[in-house]
């Protein structure tokens, strides 16, 4: 089992960035695929962003490319969400997922282990 600890969400303006944190514990999780996800107020959890175990495999959601970077620190345990040129529409809980049972998968079902969530609010 592996437990997992977002930070770093809090209230921003539009432009302005934020970095997340995803901090595992029980196990380490070096090996494991790990994604971004978020949740708006009255949508379903959509994918954000995934990081293989070495970072030689990174894939976003194109409304995000070019804007969010996701890195690994596995030494360190984290994984890391660099969010830059926020926007409204990016406010949402943002959750950090581990252990998908197929890869590569951006279906929220198909990840086993999950964050509590950090609230990021973008106003303009």
């Known amino acids: 089992q592996v437990q997992l600890v977002e930070s770093g969400g809090g209230l921003v303006q539009a432009g302005g960035s934020l970095r997340l944190s995803c901090a595992a514990s029980?196990?380490?999780?070096?090996?494991?695929?790990v994604g971004w996800f978020r949740q708006a107020p009255g949508k379903e959890r959509e994918f954000v962003a995934r990081i293989n175990w070495n970072g030689g495999d990174i894939y976003y959601k194109d409304s995000v490319k070019g804007r969010f970077t996701i890195s690994r620190d596995n030494a360190k345990n984290t994984v890391y969400l660099q969010m830059n040129s926020l926007k409204p529409e990016d406010t949402a809980v943002y959750y950090c997922?581990?252990?998908?049972?197929?890869?590569?998968?951006?279906?929220?079902?198909?990840?086993?282990?999950w964050g509590q969530g950090t609230q990021v609010t973008v106003s303009s």
């Open positions: 029980g196990r380490t999780f070096s090996s494991d695929v």
């Open positions: 997922a581990a252990g998908p049972s197929i890869y590569p998968t951006t279906v929220v079902s198909t990840w086993n282990y």
